[in-house]
């Protein structure tokens, strides 16, 4: 055997060794203590459920907004001359905003005129040129008459041959010319209605083209359509505009709104709300609070995402308030029953309350939102969790580790409902519980 040995080479032997060596202690090795593990009471807060009859109140940001804003645009070509506002100017209906050069326009009324004197000289003229038609009809009638009578003699005194052919042509052409020209005066009276109504067709034409004149030279002179205040002002004196270029943006300033978009929702209940009566809103604005009235919603939902914009109106006179502003609204909306108000850290993600059961163990409840209790100095969430009849435990701290099942060492909040004297207990904030787990799944783990 030692001859065998001696025959291994030394890093084999080594190998060996060290093999040997883990196997022996690993199988002798001493055993470590063992001590029991108890589950840890996480301490909570918690307040006892109590549904009544709240109005729930929602934030809604809108924007201030004017249902009379106007762009004014050019009307004729011309030269920009002044400017007597400024942006943000307070301007009067009917105050100057821009004057433009009247030189064109000036020019442009005097042709006008002028087309227009001259179409009346013409249907004057029409008329007395029917007068004199008239007239010179019976004496065309008369030398026809005579010519013919000339005719019928020279052709009874040419069978006698006591006249010339010559002279019995003559007679004949006289009487052909005669008749042409009775025809021509008979077409020229019996056109006269035609011609007379031509002539009027072209005065009054002659006539519009002298308003429309008249018109684009008022319009050099752009005026405020309302009481408002001056927005924008887009060009400066000495630029030519032309007709449908933007001059200055204005917005009537005494009929202000604010547009908030509502949330999906909570449109049934502002729309039941609209039918009884409107609705009561207020906001901030520079530090004042001001009253609201949500008087109707949009009539088209284009821009709106998720929901459907409200129109606010101001109850005590509209302040001044600049067109756009951003403004954060609280609507009230309509008493619901059935509502449990609580603070904000009670609900885990969106929909989520924990109840504290008789064995102190979490279980989970189904809640929505249905807006906020702002009549309290701490704001709270409205509930509707319809499991719940009235006197159950609500976890209110925020456990991130929140399960079904899970032991907690429940403590009611100083002074709320569920207080029964006991100490208070100080509690560090925690993150908003994220429970995206299967309830089925956690039930029966608990805290480690």
Same mark, same amino acid.
């Given at each position: 055997?030692?001859?065998?040995?001696? =025959?291994?080479?030394?890093?084999?032997?080594?190998?060996?060794?060290?093999?040997?060596?883990?196997?022996?202690?690993a199988m002798?090795?001493?055993?470590?203590?063992?001590?029991?593990?108890s589950?840890?009471h996480?301490?909570?807060?918690?307040?006892?459920?109590e549904?009544?009859?709240?109005?729930?109140s929602?934030?809604?940001?809108?924007?201030?907004?004017?249902p009379?804003?106007?762009?004014l645009?050019a009307?004729?070509? /011309?030269?920009?001359t002044?400017?007597?506002?400024?942006?943000?100017s307070?301007?009067?209906?009917?105050q100057l905003l821009i =004057?433009l050069?009247?030189?064109?326009?000036?020019l442009?009324?005097?042709?006008?005129k002028?087309?227009?004197?001259e179409a009346a000289?013409?249907l004057?003229t029409?008329?007395?040129?029917? =007068?004199?038609?008239?007239?010179?009809?019976?004496?065309?009638k008369?030398?026809a008459?005579?010519?013919?009578d000339n005719?019928?003699?020279?052709?009874?005194?040419r069978g006698?041959?006591?006249?010339?052919q010559?002279?019995?042509d003559?007679?004949e052409?006289?009487?052909?010319?005669?008749?042409?020209?009775?025809?021509?005066?008979?077409?020229?009276?019996s056109?006269?209605e035609?011609?007379l109504?031509?002539?009027?067709?072209r005065?009054?034409?002659a006539?519009?083209?002298?308003?429309?004149?008249e018109?684009d030279l008022?319009r050099?002179?752009?005026?405020?359509?309302?009481?408002?205040?001056?927005?924008d002002?887009?060009? /400066?004196?000495g630029?030519r505009?032309?007709p449908?270029?933007?001059?200055?943006?204005?917005?009537?300033?005494?009929?202000?709104?604010v547009?908030?978009?509502?949330?999906e929702r909570?449109?049934a209940?502002?729309r039941?709300?609209?039918?009884?009566?409107?609705?009561? /809103?207020?906001?901030?604005l520079e530090g004042?609070t001001l009253?609201?009235?949500?008087?109707r919603?949009a009539?088209?939902?284009s821009d709106?995402?998720?929901?459907?914009?409200?129109?606010?109106?101001f109850?005590?006179?509209?302040?001044?308030?600049?067109?756009g502003r951003?403004?954060?609204?609280?609507?009230t909306?309509p008493?619901?029953?059935?509502?449990i108000?609580l603070p904000a850290?009670?609900?885990h993600?969106?929909?989520?309350l924990?109840?504290?059961?008789d064995?102190?163990r979490?279980?989970?409840?189904?809640?929505?939102?249905v807006?906020? /209790?702002?009549?309290?100095?701490?704001?709270?969430?409205l509930l509707?969790a319809p499991?719940?009849?009235?006197?159950?435990?609500?976890?209110?701290?925020q456990?991130?580790?929140?399960?079904?099942?899970?032991?907690?060492?429940p403590?009611p909040?100083?002074?709320?409902?569920?207080?029964g004297g006991?100490g208070d207990?100080?509690?560090?904030?925690?993150?908003?519980?994220?429970?995206s787990?299967?309830?089925?799944?956690?039930?029966?783990?608990?805290?480690?």
């Amino acid at each position: 055997m030692r001859d065998r040995l001696k =025959q291994i080479p030394p890093v084999a032997l080594v190998i060996l060794g060290t093999m040997l060596a883990i196997v022996l202690l690993a199988m002798f090795k001493p055993s470590a203590p063992t001590r029991d593990v108890s589950e840890r009471h996480d301490r909570v807060r918690y307040v006892l459920a109590e549904p009544g009859a709240h109005s729930p109140s929602i934030q809604l940001f809108g924007r201030v907004q004017s249902p009379r804003a106007a762009d004014l645009t050019a009307v004729v070509t /011309a030269n920009v001359t002044s400017i007597p506002v400024r942006a943000g100017s307070k301007v009067s209906a009917g105050q100057l905003l821009i =004057q433009l050069d009247d030189t064109e326009a000036s020019l442009a009324r005097d042709r006008a005129k002028a087309s227009r004197d001259e179409a009346a000289a013409q249907l004057q003229t029409t008329r007395l040129r029917y =007068q004199s038609d008239r007239k010179s009809l019976a004496l065309e009638k008369k030398l026809a008459k005579l010519s013919e009578d000339n005719l019928q003699r020279l052709q009874s005194l040419r069978g006698k041959n006591l006249v010339s052919q010559t002279q019995l042509d003559q007679a004949e052409e006289a009487k052909a010319r005669a008749e042409l020209s009775l025809s021509q005066r008979q077409l020229s009276v019996s056109d006269f209605e035609n011609e007379l109504a031509r002539m009027e067709a072209r005065l009054a034409s002659a006539e519009a083209q002298l308003q429309q004149a008249e018109l684009d030279l008022t319009r050099t002179r752009v005026e405020a359509p309302f009481d408002g205040t001056v927005t924008d002002i887009p060009v /400066a004196p000495g630029e030519r505009v032309r007709p449908g270029e933007p001059l200055l943006s204005l917005f009537a300033d005494a009929e202000l709104e604010v547009r908030a978009q509502i949330p999906e929702r909570y449109l049934a209940a502002v729309r039941d709300g609209l039918g009884q009566s409107e609705l009561a /809103a207020s906001t901030e604005l520079e530090g004042r609070t001001l009253a609201l009235n949500l008087k109707r919603l949009a009539g088209d939902a284009s821009d709106a995402r998720g929901g459907i914009d409200g129109l606010f109106e101001f109850v005590d006179g509209v302040p001044a308030a600049a067109l756009g502003r951003p403004l954060t609204i609280t609507l009230t909306l309509p008493a619901r029953d059935n509502l449990i108000a609580l603070p904000a850290t009670a609900l885990h993600g969106l929909n989520r309350l924990y109840v504290i059961d008789d064995d102190n163990r979490l279980r989970r409840v189904q809640a929505d939102i249905v807006g906020e /209790a702002m009549d309290r100095e701490n704001a709270q969430l409205l509930l509707h969790a319809p499991t719940l009849e009235g006197g159950e435990r609500i976890m209110t701290t925020q456990l991130p580790q929140a399960i079904v099942g899970l032991p907690v060492d429940p403590q009611p909040v100083p002074g709320s409902n569920a207080d029964g004297g006991e100490g208070d207990v100080t509690e560090s904030p925690a993150p908003p519980a994220i429970d995206s787990g299967d309830d089925n799944h956690n039930e029966g783990r608990q805290g480690e």
